[in-house]
């Protein structure tokens, strides 16, 4: 039987220039002021798969299997850093308390504290987006990180709102999730000289992986274990977060089922049991089923941009990534 997909070939292949994008991070994160470093490394110790970084190094070893990853670290580095401060933003706007197993910064710190420490490292993403000497890829991602921030406030628009429709859904993974994993890897291309059809296809492939993990993210807030999930089953729920299976329970629901999640998502009445309520709708209706079988069929077309490229380690790894992508469980 073959094993399941996994992140094996992506960190195989990115080991050793990860080890120069965490020293990077590291010390760019330092500051005369004590709270800085210790409240971004408080994140960023926690761990994490790293994917947007990897992405960005292995799209620049797709482009040119034998050249230097000297910019390309820098690069990853800046994209990590950008992905680390939106979390810290998202945990004040969320109030979340906890994160991959961890208190949430804003939990320990307070949200202003959290805020400004996001708002550095967002400086220091670009400061390493400029020293790679690439304008073409600040444009780039400086136009990432204005999306990301449309889909937040997307996000924000739809809360409580569990009739919403599958594009508005979409809209905002792109922009929260999605707009990133492509930007990390189109511009690991683009820092490499890739051609334009090339970091077309990478751009493709990472909007494809993006949505097809944020998919199979907001399915696991519902059915994951809670140990292996790294934050409480459920969080989504109790923030009236509209997200997928949500919104495929409630179409799929009689009057009394719209009501229950009126209720709860919009109205934020959540009662005892509740939860086990909604995860009960949500297997009547399939609607983890059909979710995540709308992540694979993402998956699957991450996995078709690159099929037609020369088989190398590299474009092997990132087709790896994408089936594990909606194959995983945590």
Request: charged share 20%; with cysteine.
């Amino acid at each position: 039987m073959p094993s399941a997909p996994s992140l094996n070939p992506i960190l195989s292949l990115t080991e050793t220039a990860m080890v120069e994008v965490n020293r990077i991070i590291v010390a760019r994160m330092q500051s005369d002021i004590d709270l800085i470093p210790t409240l971004a490394g408080h994140l960023v110790s926690a761990g994490g798969k790293r994917i947007r970084p990897m992405l960005t190094l292995a799209g620049a070893m797709v482009a040119d299997p034998e050249g230097s990853l000297e910019g390309a670290a820098k690069l990853a580095a800046a994209v990590e850093f950008i992905h680390t401060a939106t979390l810290l933003h998202d945990d004040v706007i969320d109030e979340s308390n906890m994160r991959r197993g961890n208190q949430t910064a804003n939990a320990i710190w307070g949200n202003e504290a959290s805020v400004l420490v996001g708002d550095f490292l967002f400086a220091r993403a670009f400061e390493l987006m400029v020293e790679t000497g690439h304008i073409d890829v600040l444009g780039r991602l400086s136009k990432a990180s204005a999306r990301i921030t449309e889909g937040e406030i997307e996000q924000m628009l739809i809360a409580g709102k569990p009739d919403t429709d599958i594009d508005a859904y979409l809209s905002v993974i792109i922009g929260k999730t999605a707009e990133l994993f492509a930007a990390a890897s189109e511009t690991g291309s683009m820092i490499a000289n890739g051609s334009d059809a090339l970091t077309a296809n990478l751009k493709d492939y990472g909007m494809a992986l993006g949505i097809a993990f944020q998919i199979t993210d907001d399915a696991l807030d519902y059915h994951a274990d809670e140990g292996d999930l790294g934050k409480t089953v459920g969080d989504d729920f109790a923030e009236g977060k509209t997200t997928l299976p949500v919104m495929m329970a409630y179409h799929a629901g009689d009057a009394e089922e719209k009501a229950f999640w009126m209720r709860t998502i919009s109205d934020g009445d959540i009662r005892d049991g509740d939860l086990a309520h909604a995860q009960a709708l949500m297997q009547s209706h399939g609607a983890i089923t059909g979710a995540l079988a709308e992540a694979r069929r993402h998956a699957e077309q991450a996995e078709a941009c690159l099929s037609d490229l020369p088989a190398t380690p590299a474009r092997d790894a990132l087709i790896e990534t994408a089936a594990f992508a909606a194959s995983r469980t945590v």
